[in-house]
């Protein structure tokens, strides 16, 4: 039944630094890309698109979103020119009824939890891309049901991906340690690997982990998860980690699959990139 669906992922995508650099995570998420059936679109739930409704993107030319400061200039250049599906907006409001799920015309478009992954894994910005809300008002739960309510559009050719980061503490971060995460996070980290490669139904479950509320004390970048895990839930497999590592100690770089048969999966800790060093209260990623 595998070869017969899209794939699925959740991309760790951390520092938006990653869009211009090279490294094992962005070598990961390109293979991925070339790895998998060219999709007919792409939706997206992003960490930064984190509002008081659920509402798709329907716009036939969305624009780039650069929401974030204090990087530099060649970032706020970057432009991801991916048409928008308003067709497969449609599709999305009309698979997960009786769930209402808004069409948003104008106020959004590709932020750069999207863009910043898509132009490793896609760079040609030719594949239809829409955008997913996370409503902040909605339990865990209703995620996870949102995002196995998404299995359909898996057979019609969509990618559906969550990007956010499991572990994402930017109060905590430490420059010192750029490839490397704190006990807590590893540990945190290492409880959803073992929910997301053996038992998705259980990710909820996280939420009484004794580390949850370091690694998530906002739930904006930990929400993508919980749509892939529901996706697998959906399909009665499990996920598969395609790269993994740490940043600045409290950010986990973690990335899944679901039915991605490519072999495109990394999981050595390697090389990282040069980051900017900013305070942590100048930064908003």
Aim: glycine residues 8%; contains cysteine.
């Amino acid at each position: 039944m595998a070869d017969r669906l899209m794939p699925a992922a959740f991309f760790g995508h951390g520092n938006p630094m990653n869009a211009l650099d090279r490294n094992r995570y962005t070598e990961a998420w390109q293979a991925f890309g070339a790895g998998i059936p060219r999709p007919r679109a792409i939706l997206v739930i992003s960490a930064h698109w984190y509002t008081n409704a659920t509402a798709v993107t329907a716009m036939v030319r969305p624009r780039t979103i650069h929401d974030f400061y204090g990087f530099p200039e060649d970032l706020f250049a970057v432009e991801y020119p991916a048409p928008g599906a308003p067709d497969v907006a449609a599709e999305v409001a009309e698979v997960v009824k009786p769930t209402g799920v808004g069409l948003d015309h104008d106020s959004w478009g590709i932020d750069h939890g999207t863009w910043s992954v898509l132009v490793h894994a896609f760079p040609a910005a030719d594949i239809p891309v829409v955008q997913l809300s996370i409503n902040a008002l909605k339990p865990f739960e209703y995620h996870v049901d949102l995002g196995a309510k998404l299995a359909p559009l898996r057979e019609r050719g969509v990618l559906v991906a969550g990007s956010g980061n499991v572990v994402h503490n930017l109060r905590r971060i430490d420059w010192s340690q750029p490839e490397s995460g704190f006990d807590w996070a590893r540990r945190f980290d290492e409880a959803a690997r073992e929910a997301m490669t053996s038992a998705p139904e259980r990710i909820e479950g996280l939420q009484d982990h004794h580390a949850f509320g370091q690694a998530v004390p906002t739930p904006d970048h930990f929400i993508p998860l919980l749509y892939l895990a529901g996706l697998a839930s959906a399909a009665t497999r499990s996920a598969e980690v395609l790269v993994d590592g740490y940043a600045m100690g409290s950010l986990s770089m973690t990335s899944y699959t679901l039915d991605a048969d490519c072999d495109v999966r990394l999981v050595e800790t390697d090389g990282s990139p040069e980051l900017p060093r900013l305070p942590a209260d100048e930064i908003n990623v």
